[in-house]
Nanobody, 116 residues
Framework: QVQLVESGGGLVQAGGSLRLSCTAS????????MYWYRQAPGKQRELVAL???????NYVDSVKGRFTISRNNAKNTVYLQMNSLKPEDTAVYYC??????????WGQGTQVTVSS
């Protein structure tokens, strides 16, 4: 069983930056791909970024060049560095594992609000 806790969200003005963290308890962290999703008001949950166990990464086009996903296996933590934030980035951000997203298991997320 893996428990994930997201943190680092907050209120920021457009053009600002935030760094989100996702810490996993227990589990075999190093061998799992990790994912960041977000859900904006009135919209479906959207895949934002992923990082594999070998540290390959991929991003949705709307954040490419602005967001960076990384991981620190020793700390059981995945990060999402968000730069040049836009109001359209406003959402609740969730991290998850492969098994978690397939089984529909989600944590509490962390709120990111970007003002104009």
């Amino acid at each position: 069983q893996v428990q994930l806790v997201e943190s680092g969200g907050g209120l920021v003005q457009a053009g600002g930056s935030l760094r989100l963290s996702c810490t996993a308890s227990g589990s075999i962290f190093r061998n799992n791909a990790m994912y960041w999703y977000r859900q904006a008001p009135g919209k479906q949950r959207e895949l934002v970024a992923l990082i594999t166990s070998s540290s390959s990464t991929n991003y949705v086009d709307s954040v490419k060049g602005r967001f960076t996903i990384s991981r620190n296996n020793a700390k059981n933590t995945v990060y999402l560095q968000m730069n040049s934030l836009k109001p359209e980035d406003t959402a609740v951000y969730y991290c998850n594992t492969e098994l978690g997203r397939l089984s529909g298991s989600w944590g509490q997320g962390t709120q990111v609000t970007v003002s104009s």
